[in-house]
């Protein structure tokens, strides 16, 4: 059910036909790694869901809707629920899938609305979203007149969860790969907007992370970028000795001068810092979709503004950038 036969065309006659020298192979590659244990049962769990298309879609709003409840019988509508229930933990989202609202640890949609009045207007755009978890700002991206979103994604019980929404739909040009960044092409060029939104810091070389998202665009092409940073104005970096926020694989959070340099340095001009918000426990919490701890268990419970560890509470920005 997993099938990028259509995307393949679609690329071969495009700006990013060089991509298809090595992207088949590796897509093969990763739908058959054992590295990824679950991966027969996902494949099952997607081949339960009930075979309807749907045109009933809304992509402007605040849960993206994917069908109407209507469409489906009762017990059909029970057991859709019951099978998405199985690609636990669900992180980004809402999603509304035929009436079923899947209430996601984040609320992704609050970081869209942060950002979409201060970015290039999307329409008719190649996009790439690098990062994008279970797809959701993937299809905020095509709501919002993309002509054609790759998401790229390695923990592939996200690719699923998209699979598990895309598969409602036809012939909409949205795909989710399980892909990283490392793996593109080099020398692309070809996309108009590439957004990276919670990786650089997840990063062990955040310069080859901006350096690789600038390959990736078109000269003139867009950069949404959105990381954690540390307050200050300095031009320092933060380092954790451990975890951070209970995370493993934090490594660098700047201050947003150290940022913008970084940007700079890596071939972007233009730049603009259009948000800085802290991550607040509205924002990321359990829900009923995702039952493990959140951003409350990651907190010091005496000083919400510091984490568990004891550094500073997680604070992000959002800057856009052009590739020179
Ligand atoms: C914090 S989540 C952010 C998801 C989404 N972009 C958002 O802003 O809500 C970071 C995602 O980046 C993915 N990721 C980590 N390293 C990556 C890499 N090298 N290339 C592409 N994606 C990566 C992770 O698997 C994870 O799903």
Redesign the pocket.
């Known amino acids: 059910m997993i099938n990028y036969k259509h995307l393949y065309e679609r690329l071969s006659e495009s700006s990013l036909a060089p991509w298809l020298e090595t992207l088949p192979d590796k897509i093969n590659n990763e739908l058959t790694s054992k590295k990824h244990g679950r991966l027969n049962e996902w494949l099952e769990i997607l081949a339960e869901l009930p075979k309807i298309k749907t045109t009933d879609i809304a992509l402007d709003q605040s849960f993206v809707k994917i069908g109407a409840q209507e469409e489906l019988s009762h017990s059909q509508h029970n057991q859709l629920e019951n099978t998405l229930r199985k690609l636990h933990p669900w992180r980004?989202g809402p999603f509304d899938i035929f009436g079923i609202h899947i209430e996601t640890e984040?609320h992704?949609d609050w970081?869209w609305d942060r950002l979409k009045d201060h970015i290039q207007p999307l329409t008719g755009r190649q996009v790439l979203?690098?990062?994008?978890?279970s797809g959701?700002?993937c299809w905020r991206i095509l709501g919002a007149g993309a002509k054609q979103v790759i998401g790229?994604?390695?923990?592939m019980l996200?690719v699923m969860q998209f699979h598990a929404i895309k598969h409602f739909t036809d012939n909409l040009l949205i795909d989710v790969l399980p892909q990283?960044?490392?793996d593109m092409t080099n020398n692309l060029q070809a996309f108009d907007s590439v957004f990276s939104?919670?990786?650089l810091y997840?990063?062990r070389s955040p310069m080859g992370h901006l350096f690789k998202l600038h390959d990736c665009l078109r000269p003139g092409g867009e950069l949404i970028l959105?990381t954690l940073i540390i307050d200050g104005n300095v031009g320092k970096v933060f380092m954790p000795e451990g975890r951070y926020a209970k995370m493993r694989n934090v490594w660098f959070i700047p201050d947003t001068p150290t940022l913008i340099t970084w940007l700079k340095r890596s071939g972007f001009d233009e730049i603009k810092v259009v948000d800085i918000t802290p991550t607040t426990t509205e924002e990321q919490r359990q829900t009923d979709w995702m039952e493990f701890e959140s951003l409350a268990d990651f907190l010091d419970p005496h000083d919400p503004n510091k984490t568990i560890e004891g550094h500073p509470a997680p604070l992000r920005a959002i800057l856009t950038a052009t590739a020179v």
């Open positions: 980004k984040w992704s970081k979203d690098v990062g994008c978890g959701y700002h790229i994604e390695p923990t996200y990283t960044l490392e939104m919670g990786v997840h990063r959105e």
